[in-house]
């Protein structure tokens, strides 16, 4: 049963700290996705990759965040520093682009406070 | 740009009430149109897709017609159980040729089944 898989699964830091959080794709899946859920703002897409390379980061602030894909199993979202208004859920989700639709499979997410 | 907008919750019903939650998009090409849902502590999962007018998806109960005309995608189940408790989002895709690989969300409606 493939899926997306993202850790930690809880993180609490202080304000200032980096974070890192990690996802692994479905193996053989070309897109890669971070989103941002909050009670206020809902869900927010902040960057997404295809074949690893960045697309659009239009949705991160670009002085704190920053998104890679060192490799086709691995996603990384790092926050440097940390804020308390970073706290929210962070999802992966990743697909494999048709030429018919653009399913998304998404990861449990990373539940991030930030102190 | 592309848009979805579903209504707004929280939906509350009884077990074996027949739900409607209304979904209707603006986007300029052909997209494809899906249901998430999200359940408690949990990622979003797909619920159910179509990908061209006059389509029906279905999937444990619930069905979605994507009518072009009307610019919908309403999603139903004639008998809601305690455990379709969750947050449906709405969301379209891939509407602006191959290139285009994001998917945009509605807010979400939290729907509550009681007993």
């Known amino acids: 049963d493939a899926r997306v898989t993202q850790t930690p699964r809880h993180k609490v830091t202080e304000m200032g700290q980096e974070v890192t959080m990690r996802c692994q794709p479905i193996?053989?899946?070309?897109?890669v996705f971070w989103y941002r859920q909050t009670m206020m703002q809902g869900l927010e897409l902040l960057a997404y990759?295809?074949?690893?390379?960045?697309?659009?980061d239009s949705g991160m602030p670009k002085d704190r965040f920053s998104a890679e894909m060192p490799d086709a199993t691995l996603a990384t979202l790092k926050i440097q520093p940390s804020e308390p208004r970073d706290s929210a859920v962070y999802f992966c989700?990743?697909?494999?682009?048709?030429?018919?639709?653009?399913?998304?499979?998404f990861g449990p997410g990373t539940r991030l406070t930030v102190l | 740009g592309d848009s979805v907008t579903q209504m707004e919750g929280p939906v509350t019903l009884s077990e074996e009430a027949f739900l409607t939650i209304n979904c209707t998009y603006t986007?300029?090409?052909?997209?494809?149109l899906f249901w998430y849902v999200q359940y408690p502590g949990e990622g979003l999962q797909l619920l159910l897709k179509?990908?061209?007018?006059?389509d029906k998806g279905s999937n444990k109960g619930f069905e979605a017609t994507y009518r072009k005309e009307t610019t919908s995608f309403h999603l139903e189940k004639g008998s809601v159980q305690v455990s379709d408790s969750a947050v449906y989002f709405c969301?379209?895709?891939?509407?602006?040729?191959?290139?285009?690989?994001?998917?945009?969300f509605g807010k979400g409606t939290l729907l509550t089944v009681n007993p």
């Open positions: 179509a990908t061209k007018a006059d």
């Open positions: 989700a990743s697909g494999l682009v048709l030429s018919s639709y653009n399913e998304q499979f």
């Open positions: 969301a379209l895709g891939g509407s602006s040729g191959g290139s285009n690989y994001k998917l945009t």
């Open positions: 986007a300029t090409g052909y997209p494809s």
């Open positions: 990759f295809r074949n690893r390379a960045p697309l659009d």
């Open positions: 193996l053989g899946h070309n897109t």
